[in-house]
């Protein structure tokens, strides 16, 4: 019912693997019945939805990769073409299941959260805490060069080949890096900010992920006003 293959990373010899079973290759159809793993005994794990490229309150997700602190990785392809997808309503099940209490470290939490809603999961409604280690993908590859002997890995062409638009196996790799790279930045950083008596700010930041989604989705009027007269004194 599918096939298996093996992606080595060159640089530290790890491996991750993925099962891939056979799909139409014209269809998005899920027809994989390979199980999603286990997340039991991890508390906290990198994270990184693939989208297509809409507004964060109406982006779809293409699949997702994870990163755990002990190693075990995988992309999980939901609307890939000629992909081997996972039913959409096995995903949310396992979701709802696996990540439940747990911490997801991500380049951007306020992206996951929001594309997770529009998925029909609420991590909030989870108890997941959220940590926002660099706010954008593009800062990720920067400060995995300065902080980590990981670097993010470069998918060219995007422009014209979007990420969504492309085969899981295509993505999945520079996808579980993200997430690889989101986890190991917070394992460097955490050390620090707690040494400079900053977890309280931290927490703080992480607390308020939740509820500036939900003001972003639904809006908010603004006292226009009043906001020019802040900018002038400030």
Not at 127 to 153: M, P, Y
Not at 173 to 189: G, H, I, P, R, T
Not at 217 to 228: F, Q
Request: aromatic share 8%; hydrophobic share 35%; glycine share 6%.
């Amino acid at each position: 019912y599918g096939t298996s293959a093996t992606i080595r990373n060159a640089d530290d010899e790890s491996e991750m693997s993925l099962s891939l079973p056979f799909t139409n290759p014209t269809s998005i159809m899920p027809y994989t019945r390979q199980p999603l793993p286990s997340l039991a005994g991890v508390d906290r794990l990198g994270f990184d939805f693939e989208t297509d490229l809409e507004p964060n309150h109406r982006r779809t997700p293409y699949g997702f990769s994870y990163y755990t602190p002990d190693g075990r990785s995988g992309y999980v392809s939901i609307r890939h073409s000629n992909s081997a997808n996972y039913d959409e309503e096995t995903v949310r099940r396992w979701m709802k299941t696996e990540l439940t209490g747990k911490t997801r470290v991500c380049a951007e939490a306020k992206h996951e959260t929001a594309v997770a809603r529009n998925f029909g999961v609420s991590f909030e409604d989870l108890g997941c805490n959220g940590s926002d280690e660099v706010l954008a993908h593009v800062f990720l590859a920067l400060l995995a060069q300065e902080e980590l002997v990981d670097r993010k890995i470069e998918l060219k062409g995007t422009k014209d080949w979007p990420i969504h638009e492309r085969p899981a196996s295509e993505v999945a790799e520079y996808a579980v890096m993200d997430s690889k790279l989101a986890l190991q930045l917070d394992d460097v950083y955490t050390p620090r900010i707690t040494d400079e008596d900053l977890d309280r700010v931290l927490d703080l930041e992480n607390s308020i992920i939740y509820a500036t989604e939900e003001m972003e989705r639904n809006g908010a009027y603004l006292d226009v006003e009043k906001l020019v007269r802040w900018r002038d004194e400030v």
